[in-house]
């Protein structure tokens, strides 16, 4: 069982590039979810889903875009990196009412 | 729409001696409450979460927390700190529907 996994671990970017953050889990939970986290601002909600085929926005959905054909897979896209997008990447699964389980994260840096 | 407000972002203790980290909430509906951890370079992990059933909440590792709705808060305490505990600690309130919302966190330190 390997819970949540995300890829790229590490990841540098010019300005303007696109790219895509891969999200996988094994757990079968309907609900997945995007944070970046930035130092004094916690975790900030970028996208949700709560089933395949259903996303919604969250906290600062601006420049990225989500999609959810199966259950298992979550990718979070950056459409045109900017520096402000600079941030580390969680991507969660879980109940949306009970406990959410953490990938290992992805350090983004747009230069 | 829900929010969370954590007071302090640094909070330094000595070992052995009690740890509180405060969290406010504000939500429209009864909300479920969560307090997650994360040790440093690593994902977050669950400590405890308050879903409606007893307000006064155990989790792992020691730490409890009580759900007081008259104050909103839900406050993280644990009674005799340790080297171990030394982290960040995050409040985080779901309502109920989809959106799970964090505040900002509190950094623990522990003295020696």
């Known amino acids: 069982n390997a819970g949540v996994t995300q890829t790229p671990k590490f990841q540098v970017l010019k300005t303007g590039q696109s790219m895509t953050l891969q999200c996988a889990q094994d757990?079968?939970?309907?609900?997945m979810s995007w944070y970046r986290q930035d130092p004094g601002m916690g975790l900030r909600l970028i996208h949700y889903?709560?089933?395949?085929?259903?996303?919604d926005q969250g906290e600062v959905p601006n420049g990225y875009n989500v999609s959810r054909s199966t259950t298992e897979d979550f990718p979070l896209r950056l459409l045109s990196a900017a520096p402000s997008q600079t941030s580390v990447y969680f991507c969660?699964?879980?109940?949306?009412?009970?406990?959410?389980?953490f990938g290992p994260g992805t350090r983004l840096t747009v230069l | 729409a829900q929010s969370v407000t954590q007071l302090g972002s640094h909070v330094s203790v000595s070992e052995g001696a009690l740890v509180l980290l405060r969290c406010n909430y504000s939500?429209?509906?009864?909300?479920?409450l969560f307090w997650y951890v994360q040790y440093p370079n690593q994902g977050l992990q669950l400590l405890l979460k308050?879903?409606?059933?007893?307000?006064l909440v155990k989790g792992i590792n020691g730490f409890e927390a009580e759900f007081k709705k008259s104050e909103t808060s839900f406050h993280l305490t644990k009674p005799s700190a340790h080297m171990r505990d030394a982290a960040e600690y995050f409040c985080?309130?779901?309502?109920?529907?989809?959106?799970?919302?964090f505040g900002s966190g509190t950094r623990l330190s522990i003295r020696p």
């Open positions: 308050y879903t409606s059933a007893a307000t």
């Open positions: 985080a309130v779901s309502d109920r529907a989809s959106k799970i919302i």
């Open positions: 889903s709560v089933g395949a085929g259903i996303t």
């Open positions: 757990m079968n939970h309907e609900y």
């Open positions: 939500s429209s509906v009864p909300p479920y």
């Open positions: 969660a699964a879980g109940g949306s009412t009970d406990t959410q389980y």
